[in-house]
């Protein structure tokens, strides 16, 4: 995904969300989601002892196409987690990724994991909707808005109750997502501007992280030797969504990731 089509993505994302807002208004909206109580720990799951795995549902992606097509939501989800994972990441946008927020409810239905809205969160709106279908966090995405939306964000969030993990690719935007206060920090090693995935890019970060975050890497990882890496490199989780879609056992897959 280029930095251009994160530009597209997001100008089509306000869009989509200016059309949801005026079938069902924000008060409403926020109504429905400020009554819930339900939440499920989802940094606490990131930070238990040993490297935890964050286990995506994503059907297809920019940079793929089409990952895996005919299995069911409930299938995946259920594989992950007696599989080892510790958390869920459902992919919402459904554009570019075939995603809905239904999955997220139909994830919550299959899994007693918690779950992650990956999303290009940039308004309000979509944070009250993923607390309302059931998340249990929220990604935000230090490239995609500027300092002051992402912290307001940011912080709506915490006050509904939802984790964030806040997305940084490069040093500028790490120093965004500390400055914001980010309890969890997710390192995405895919270039956004060439698409490249260079997984040295987790550990040329993670010695700027403070101490007491949540540290997570994202994209690149497929074996179990390169977790065993990070978990000596003292990252908290991984993200890993690809690897295990495209696996024919989506359970032993994940099982072989989670090391259990």
């Avoid at 939440?39 to 799951?45: L, V």
């Avoid at 969030?157 to 993990?165: D, E, N, P, S, Y």
Wanted: aromatic share 4%; proline share 3%.
């Amino acid at each position: 995904m280029s930095s251009d089509v994160l530009i597209e993505i997001v100008a089509n994302t306000r869009d989509t969300v200016a059309a949801r807002r005026a079938v069902l208004p924000l008060e409403q909206l926020a109504a429905a989601a400020q009554t819930r109580t339900d939440y499920r720990p989802f940094r606490e799951a990131l930070a238990a002892p040993g490297l935890s795995v964050i286990a995506e549902h994503k059907r297809s992606s920019p940079s793929a196409g089409v990952i895996r097509a005919g299995l069911e939501l409930a299938e995946v989800v259920s594989a992950y987690e007696r599989g080892g994972a510790a958390a869920l990441s459902v992919l919402t946008e459904p554009t570019r990724f075939s995603g809905s927020l239904a999955d997220l409810a139909d994830a919550r239905s299959a899994s007693s994991l918690p779950i992650l809205r990956k999303d290009f969160i940039v308004d309000d709106y979509q944070i009250y909707e993923a607390a309302a279908s059931g998340a249990d966090a929220i990604l935000l995405i230090v490239a995609a808005m500027e300092v002051g939306p992402l912290a307001n964000l940011h912080a709506l969030a915490h006050r509904l109750g939802l984790a964030t993990l806040v997305e940084v690719h490069n040093a500028d935007e790490f120093r965004v997502a500390v400055e914001i206060g980010a309890e969890t920090i997710g390192i995405n090693n895919r270039n956004l501007s060439t698409l490249v995935v260079d997984i040295e890019t987790t550990y040329q970060l993670l010695p700027e992280i403070p101490a007491g975050v949540v540290k997570v890497a994202e994209s690149g990882f497929r074996t179990r030797a390169e977790l065993e890496r990070l978990a000596s490199a003292g990252l908290d989780a991984v993200l890993i969504g690809e690897a295990l879609m495209r696996s024919a056992d989506i359970e032993a897959a994940a099982r072989e990731l989670a090391g259990v």
